[in-house]
């Protein structure tokens, strides 16, 4: 009789030492991932809802015509834009190749007083391609123009 007991207590300590490490691995795994999940934006849900300057989000549009300025060094200044409003966005580093005023582009940085500070910037690789946040986005908008048309 002892033998089962003991053995039933022991499968109790088990489960209780595994549900343990379950808890702590997903609330450590939820820490790690905190700056880790970049939301996407769109410039008409950034102006009508500022994000705070330490969120890392992504913003995504069209470079606004007119508003590419190349500054001293590796500094540029833009703007995206959804068709619903505008975001200006400056960014030090080297360029996407295919970037260019009203192409689409996705942004990863923060939103500091009034200015997306971009850390990286991707542009659409081919003529055809978008991101799919980007198109919902524009289509939100009403100014989405299939390719080609």
């Not at 088990?14 to 820490?31: C, D, E, K, Q, R």
């Not at 991707?122 to 989405?144: I, R």
């Amino acid at each position: 009789m002892a033998l089962k007991s003991l053995k039933k207590q022991r499968r109790i300590q088990v489960i209780a030492l595994a549900a343990g490490a379950l808890i702590i691995s997903t609330g450590l795994i939820g820490y790690a991932m905190r700056d880790g999940i970049n939301f996407f934006r769109s410039p008409s849900q950034v102006m009508a809802e500022p994000p705070r300057a330490t969120e890392v989000f992504r913003i995504g549009g069209l470079v606004e015509e007119g508003t590419l300025v190349r500054g001293q060094g590796e500094t540029v200044r833009f703007s995206v834009t959804d068709g619903g409003a505008t975001v200006p966005v400056v960014f030090t580093g080297v360029l996407p190749d295919l970037f260019d005023e009203n192409q689409g582009m996705v942004g990863t940085g923060r939103y500091v007083e009034g200015v997306f500070e971009a850390s990286e910037i991707l542009a659409k690789h081919d003529e055809t391609y978008m991101p799919k946040e980007v198109v919902d986005a524009l289509k939100e908008q009403g100014v989405y123009q299939a390719p080609g048309s």
